[in-house]
């Protein structure tokens, strides 16, 4: 009835195949060559202990998504033949000034351990991190000759002598990036030296560092790099890179000089810049002189206008010219208006960056902010969006529901509800952050920072029952009661990452959420009904799983900002709980509590 049985010989080697062992060991490294997702490689290792020590040997590339939950050591043993290594250190809240400097992430034990055995190394990425000079130079030392990629991102510790000793050092590179980086400026010898000795270099980005730029030695850079295509700069006049400009013939993306005379339109008037340019973003770019950017506007592909003066009549302006446009970074002094010039035409865009634009009195918006009117026209007009990442003043379920609708592409989502307006037109969002989970089924990463009353524990519980495939989420004054938690805990098959602020959940229902969700790896909280002890985040210890406790200070329990106006670091208690096969570290300062492993 079921069929006739198969043939011994056809079983077994359908068996070995399955197995491993009827493949030759050449086929296998062959095919696992082309095999480039994580994810997929993950699943492979575990087929067999053959495919796993293939997969050892044939892994290219690894992204450690916390630096301590695995030893260096441990991840050379597992892949010896790295030719790529990325590691992030301290938590996302870190760059909003919630992590204080001194609370480890230190790359020195990944310098040390991981620089000379990896003989195969050539790109370097490492993310929130320390990084001291003495480990680029052991760095440098090591694998200097071989590096072709070194990206230092949102680091601190080091200064421009050891920028100094990479340039002279490293005349392999092709990719250095900097960007967002506290670094000591010791000079600007650096660059100059990076000029001369390195001839391939493709990338080159110190956007955001504050470091001083001599224009001199961007011109040597783009008469010895003829392959030079990406270049983001610190704070540069933009009439001082004409002579750049014209021999940097291969730039296709540019960021960083600024506007420093807003109004002078003949300082500005010689400006011509390279005819492949297709990214661009300028400092403090005024009404006068977005002329800059007319020519070329056509063909751009990515605009950054962040940090300019523009007003949203501006806004309108330049982007009704731009309709090639793939990313737009800008800050909600766009407005509504200028939204529904984006969704008009720019038809092709991916990505979208709305930043709030009300902390510097000259960088007010005018007309509004963003509302569930300038989303709504974005989601109907723009349907290519694989990323949206907007500060709004408010927001409707009918704006989330379009967005489900039809944006089905997306994968990365984030909204913050600013404080500013004193009513918001419909609350709580739960049937519209249903609609947009269940119509985005490729969403990856998922944020969603309300105010209290925006989300009950209905719409909590929406959101683990369609989490679907996402595996980051940050979520901000959601839910009503511990219930709410524990009921979106227990959708929530896939998430590996989780980041909780200013919620009102117990440190018990805390506890008993984390056991509930299978995939979880890490977990990050600020704002709770914390202990002073922490003694009930305890009920979620098991093996390989840290957990760390910050406690409130109790001398800045009514503070809000510090007296320099950064945020008051440890006003609330804090909660770092992560997988690790290390155990406890050792790096931990005083103020952190940790609880498990003891």
Known sequence: MGGEAPEPGRLTRALSFLDGSGVPEEALHLVLAYVDDPRDREAASLACRRWHRIDALTRKHVTVPFCYAVSPARLLARFPRLESLAVKGKPRAAMFGLIPDDWGAYARPWVAELAAPLECLKALHLRRMVVTDADLDALVRARGHMLQELKLDKCSGFSTDALRLVARSCRSLRTLFLEDCTITDNGTEWLHDLA??????????????????????LELLARNCKSLISLKISDCDLSDLIGFFQIATSLEEFAGAEISEQGELTKYADVKLPSKLCSFGLTFMGTNE????????????????????????????????????????????????GLVIVADTCKKLQRLRIE?????????????????????????GCRELESIAAYVSDITNGALESIGTFCKNLYDFRIVLLDKQERITDLPL??????????????????????????????????????????????????????????????????????LRSCCFSERALALSMLQMPSLRYVWVQGYRASQTGRDLMLMARPFWNIEFTPPSTENAGRLVEEDGQPCIDRHAQVLAYCSLTGKRSDYPQYVVPLHPA
């Open 196 to 217: 001369a000795n390195n001839p391939v270099l493709v990338t080159l980005n110190f956007y955001l560092t504050y470091l001083r730029v001599v224009p001199a030695d």
């Open 290 to 337: 977005m002329h800059i950017i007319f020519p070329f506007s056509a063909v751009l592909k990515k605009l950054d206008l962040q940090y300019t003066f523009l007003t949203t009549e501006d806004h309108c302006q330049l982007i009704a010219k731009c309709p090639n446009l793939l990313v737009l970074a800008v800050r909600n002094v766009i407005g509504d208006r």
């Open 356 to 380: 709030r634009g009300d902390d510097d009195p000259g960088m007010q918006e005018e007309e509004g902010g963003v509302s569930q009117v300038g989303l709504t026209a974005v989601a109907v």
């Open 430 to 499: 739960d049937n519209g952050v249903r609609a947009l989970l269940r119509g985005c089924t490729k969403l990856r990463r998922f944020a969603l920072y309300l105010r209290p009353g925006g989300l009950s524990d209905v719409g909590l519980s929406y959101i683990g029952e369609h989490s679907g495939t996402i595996q980051y989420m940050l979520l901000g004054n959601l839910g009503e009661t511990d219930g709410g938690l524990i009921s979106f805990a227990a959708g929530c098959r896939n998430l590996r990452k989780l980041e």
